[in-house]
């Protein structure tokens, strides 16, 4: 089994991809822009659903609360990606994405339900936390099994020991 | 499997866990003997330092193209001269670039199914044809994102005007002047200066105020 670094590779990539798709929905949000490229077909506009009375959360666009979960998913990943000693556990990542993931399935039960339209960029960024999810999910499992692997005794007592030692 | 004695307890210790033993059990202890060194693992640390710092600077590299992505995605894009055009508004006039030279055009590129372009005709664009009337030709084109043909499309441009009481001139795109300006999105707002040459341009929602400010700078 590899280490649970390893596992973690490709997710500061797809952090950083989700993060520009976010932020680009934000600007597209604040700018009332339109952008073409969104509008695919009338029921797969980017524009409409981040333009629509369900865009914002408490007045917060849900485009932003997109980017700032996934910088911090990009954190949290480089800590465990870079540092000899991480400061987190790849459990808390794991239950940020999972958060996330539940989040980007809430909007799309909303694009379904509400709306009947869908936005193309969001789709994206929901693939792109799925596998971020799935990513955490093999690391978080290799750390488990690393924690559950059996440790060797300690002797019972000092001087005199034990006549065998692991 | 390999074995030594500890020279301490005399326990069955694997010889690269001696050291670790002794210095566990029999921490007072002075051992002298020569102690098998610890699994090594001293090449292993630079190796990965070098690649964590080719690893970061990929991060840096991919973020950096990521955000130039982001930024040309939302650059407007355009001509700054005025290219020109021949519609027939909605009432079967005929309406062309030419008609507006030597006065100020303010164009509005839109569709009707746009969310935006409803809040931007009722909020904005209402109370500013009203200020502007006498100095100030007003012309919305549709770019039949509906691809509707001509009669379909002017029915449908005519109830928006019903359902938002504009009464200036409307008229549907039907020679690609979505292309000639490029729109990439609606509403898109192009005044044209009295010579012709496209004087502000902006893709979105704006306000009165904002409006305002661009129509004067070339009205006064």
């Known amino acids: ?166 | 499997m390999k074995q030594r004695e500890c020279p301490v307890c005399g326990s069955a210790v694997r010889p690269e866990n001696l050291r670790a033993h002794i210095a566990r059990v029999h921490p007072r202890a002075e051992v002298k003997a020569d102690l098998p060194k610890p699994a090594a693992k001293a090449t292993k640390p630079v190796r990965r330092l070098s690649q964590r710092r080719r690893e970061t600077w990929a991060y840096v590299l991919f973020t950096v193209i990521v955000v130039l992505v982001v930024i040309v995605a939302l650059l407007p894009r355009g001509p700054t001269v005025a290219p020109p055009f021949s519609l027939t508004d909605v009432d079967g006039a005929p309406v062309a670039l030419e008609d507006y030279r030597g006065e100020v055009l303010f164009l509005d590129l839109m569709s009707t199914s746009c969310s935006v372009c409803q809040s931007y005709t009722n909020g904005t664009l209402k109370t500013t044809y009203s200020t502007y009337l006498s100095k100030v030709q007003f012309l919305s084109v549709d770019i039949n994102r509906e691809r509707d043909n001509v009669l379909d499309g002017n029915f449908r441009i005519r109830a928006f005007m019903q359902t938002y009481g504009t009464t200036w001139q409307y008229a549907l795109d039907t020679d690609g002047v979505a292309d000639k300006y490029g729109v990439t999105g609606t509403p898109t707002t192009v005044i044209v200066d009295r010579d012709g040459k496209i004087a502000y341009r902006h893709v979105g929602y704006e306000t009165v105020d904002e409006i305002a400010g661009q129509i004067n700078r070339l009205v006064t």
């Open chain 1, 1 to 166: 089994m590899r280490e649970p670094r390893a596992y973690l590779a490709p997710v500061p990539f797809l952090a950083i991809l989700g993060a520009g798709i976010s932020g680009f929905l934000v600007a597209n949000h604040y700018a009332y822009l339109s952008a073409d490229f969104c509008s695919v077909a009338s029921w797969l506009d980017c524009n409409e659903v981040n333009q629509s009375a369900w865009s914002e959360i408490l007045g917060i666009p849900v485009a932003a609360i997109g980017l700032a979960g996934f910088l911090v998913l990009l954190v949290l990943a480089l800590d465990l990606r870079l540092r000899e000693a991480p400061r987190f556990r790849p459990w808390q990542m794991l239950a940020l994405a999972a958060v996330g993931v539940a989040f980007g399935l809430y909007l799309l039960g909303v694009e379904l339900l509400a709306l009947h339209l869908f936005c193309l960029l969001c789709l994206v960024s929901l693939v792109l936390g799925i596998t971020i999810l799935a990513f955490t999910a093999l690391a978080f499992w290799s750390d488990r099994r690393g924690t559950r692997a059996p440790v060797p005794p300690e002797p019972a007592a000092a001087d005199p020991g034990p006549k065998t030692d692991p």
